[in-house]
């Protein structure tokens, strides 16, 4: 063992740093966790509202990999419940089903504009984009051109708040690999069969029964139980090295500022914040490097509606131009527990923003009514309808792949690797790579096991071909498709000096 008895100081308090903590407490490892906020569970928090449960863009729980499955359930137990996914697309006033069917797109469409889509896809099949560098070119390779500006454009320019053009392939590497225009014809005709490696294609999926916070308060409940320290309301404010090692965290607090020192430190603190902590100062080039990564962040505006039924989705993407709104969860479909009353429905609806624009700025009130305006001109509700609502505002939700981002967050990581020895990053905004939360999950669960003396290469994580968002093609028997995409990682040097 390489740590046997140093204490490990931990980063974030989300599913990547929890599962970290996890993780060295089963192998006796002390580790203390801090964490900015006064919630665990980062991006994947619950929030409450007079009894109405949320979360910040909706978390499904659905993973290939066996050890984070079997850790869910470990968690959770019987409140670990099973669901339907049901989501559509609002598109010109029409909902079609997502995944896309072949026969709904006609039917919604129209003869005429179906059989152009169809002639687009089979020119982007004879005359593709012989480079694949933005999501743009990614997609319309996939799916044509045509198909690509219906469904996809709008959407992702939401999301992001800029071109597709500017948006790097990576992101639809990751997110939506495997799935394609044959694939989506496949799943209409045969129900998903041989659709499985397509995690965009799922028909069911985990959830906890009172959103995904109650998995990390369970979980943080347990490691404090156990002897861990799980510190909230802690804001890193420096992290002091020496000699190529982090020697100890300071945090600001209401008791003051503290000092945290260890052995060995894991991070999933956002990259550029990790940068600017540092003490002594990041060389000039690799603050700049930090400085340039962006990141999208996140509206959510909860309507509590006086009707028992109002979709039956969990979520649709709402793909209209003439609407903010980006998407609406119906949280009542997740679990029936996010809602006390059940004559009564909650909706979340999302809106993609950056820190500081016009949106981000206006206050509940202005945000309220933009939502109750938008939601009635979409035809879901009437205003008599609405009862309450509330809004929750989550900064650097999501990393953005725009152009350099690759090459900024190489430069931080050889950095890191060289001259912070013992400090490994984890996570979404830890890696500032868009991670599912169960890629999240294994980085931690791979960096606890390096803190004891393992030397797994955590950037592996969703970046081979068996990583991203497909299961293996052609794997028929069950065994397969349990088994995580490869046991053992390669083994790499973690430090590069």
């Known amino acids: 063992m390489k740590n046997p008895s140093g204490k490990v100081v931990i980063i974030g308090a989300g599913p990547a740093g929890l599962t970290a903590a996890y993780e060295l407490s089963k192998q006796g490892c002390h580790s203390v966790v801090l964490e900015s906020d006064h919630i665990v569970g980062g991006l994947a928090r619950t929030i409450d509202y007079k009894g109405y449960l949320f979360d910040i863009g909706g978390h499904r729980f659905f993973s290939k990999w066996s050890e984070v499955n079997e850790l869910w359930r470990e968690i959770l137990g019987d409140k670990f419940i099973e669901r339907q996914r049901v989501s559509r697309i609002l598109y010109r006033g029409r909902f079609y089903l997502y995944p896309l069917k072949p026969t709904d797109v006609l039917l919604g469409m129209g003869f005429l504009e179906s059989v152009q889509i169809l002639g687009s896809y089979l020119r982007s099949c004879f005359f593709p984009y012989p480079t694949e560098d933005t999501l743009e070119h990614w997609v319309c390779n996939r799916f044509g051109k045509r198909l690509y500006q219906a469904f996809f454009k709008t959407y992702t320019e939401k999301v992001w708040g800029v071109p597709c053009s500017e948006i790097h392939a990576d992101w639809a590497a990751q997110r939506i690999k495997g799935l394609s225009f044959l694939s989506t014809l496949r799943n209409a005709l045969f129900q998903n069969k041989g659709n499985h490696h397509v995690k965009s294609l799922i028909s069911s999926f985990h959830y906890p029964e009172r959103g995904p916070g ?21 804001r ?7 000699a190529g090692r982090v020697t100890n965290v300071f945090t600001q607090s209401e008791r003051g500022e503290e000092s945290h020192r260890g052995a060995d430190f894991i991070s999933s603190m956002p990259l550029r914040s990790l940068i600017r902590a540092l003490d002594p100062v990041a060389p000039d080039e690799v603050r700049q490097a930090a400085e340039s990564l962006r990141y999208r962040d996140f509206l959510t505006v909860v309507l509590i509606i006086k009707r ?14 003439s609407v903010k709104v980006g998407r609406i969860q119906n949280l009542k479909n997740w679990s029936p527990a996010m809602v006390p009353d059940q004559d009564k429905t909650s909706l979340a609806l999302e809106y993609f923003v ?3 624009d016009e949106l981000w700025d206006r206050c509940d009130a202005d945000l309220l009514e933009l939502a109750t305006r938008e939601i009635i001109q979409l035809g879901l509700v009437s205003r008599e309808e609405i009862e309450d609502g509330t809004v929750v505002r989550m900064p650097k939700a999501y990393p953005m792949y725009d152009n350099g981002w690759s090459r900024n967050v190489d430069r931080i990581r050889q950095y890191v690797q ?9 996570g979404r905004n830890g890696m500032h790579k868009y991670n599912n939360q169960d890629h999240s999950m294994m980085t931690a669960l791979y960096a606890a096991r390096n803190v004891m003396g393992a030397d797994y290469d955590l950037w592996a994580v969703n970046t081979e071909p068996e990583y991203n968002e497909e299961q293996r093609e052609n794997s028929d028997s069950a065994e397969e498709l349990r088994r995580p995409p490869f046991a053992e990682p390669p083994r790499v040097k973690r430090r590069v000096a």
């Open 214 to 234: 109650q998995m990390w308060e369970v979980l943080a409940q347990k490691l404090q139980d156990s002897g861990q320290s799980v510190l909230l309301g802690r």
């Open 236 to 242: 890193v404010v420096r992290i002091c090295h020496a």
């Open 308 to 321: 028992k039924h109002v979709m039956r989705d969990n979520w649709i993407y709402i793909h209209e131009p």
């Open 354 to 356: 950056f820190q500081g």
């Open 418 to 426: 060289s001259a912070l020895g013992n400090l490994q990053v984890v």
